[in-house]
């Protein structure tokens, strides 16, 4: 495993248990045990991950993903914490492409729905790689947006997309937009500056996949 992937996973391995299986987390509905059970179905189970992703198999995924949740809590955590090399997400030669992102929002799930959170200080080797995802993310979510988008991260670099209308701008440290991007729009720490009312959609528009 890559060193971003795999620090991000350490990270919140090491979180879920000091906050135990009853913590909050910015997924609405969902407490730490849940989501330490969506990672692993994620990667252990891919006759349940399809799921995720495509609404005809979500009622089997969330069905395996309640009865991994049974399991008892150290468990749980101690398979987020080691991924098996066999799973086509977490592999040495898949993981940082796959799981840099899913792991580092995760973090900040749980991290941004305790109290007193702020936002890291990002090495700048992990800022760099989440800029490329961010990238990524715009493209692929906002290409068809009813905006003219401009998405900015200091430093990094920006991307215009969107098909054309009121003219946005997005702002924020490469960590942030991919939080916004990804549909947490509530807790990231970014800049929309624009009409007012199209500024509004874009924060409460269904982003990420």
């Known amino acids: ?15 879920l248990l000091e906050l135990g299986p009853d913590a909050p987390t910015v997924n609405e509905g969902w407490t730490t045990r849940d ?5 692993i179905v994620r990667e252990r189970r891919p006759d349940a991950a399809g799921g995720i992703l495509l609404p ?14 049974a399991l008892p ?4 955590v101690g398979r987020v914490r080691r991924p098996p090399l066999w799973s086509p997400v977490s592999n040495p030669l898949t993981d940082e492409l796959a ?3 899913e792991y580092f929002i995760h973090h900040e799930d749980v991290r941004r729905a305790q ?3 702020l936002p890291r200080d990002l ?10 995802r961010a990238a990524l993310l715009a493209r692929m979510s906002l290409r068809r947006y009813p905006a003219d988008l401009l998405v900015q991260a200091p430093g990094h670099g920006e991307l215009r997309v969107g098909r054309g209308g009121d003219r946005l701008r997005l702002v924020g440290a490469p960590g942030e937009v991919v939080l ?10 970014v800049q929309v500056d624009g009409p007012t009312a199209a500024a509004d959609r874009l924060r409460s528009a269904r982003l990420g996949f």
Do not use: C, I
Not at 1 to 15: H, N, Q, T
Not at 73 to 76: D, I
């Open 1 to 15: 495993m890559s060193r971003y992937a795999r620090a991000e996973r350490a990270a919140l391995a090491d979180l």
């Open 35 to 39: 989501l330490a059970a969506h990672l």
């Open 180 to 189: 916004f991007l990804s549909g947490r729009q509530r807790v990231a720490r």
């Open 99 to 101: 799981n840099l992102v």
């Open 73 to 76: 809590y150290a468990e749980l």
């Open 56 to 69: 005809p198999l979500r009622g089997y995924g969330e069905a395996v993903r309640r009865r991994t949740a």
């Open 115 to 117: 109290g007193g959170w």
């Open 123 to 132: 090495p700048a080797g992990l800022s760099a790689a989440l800029w490329k």
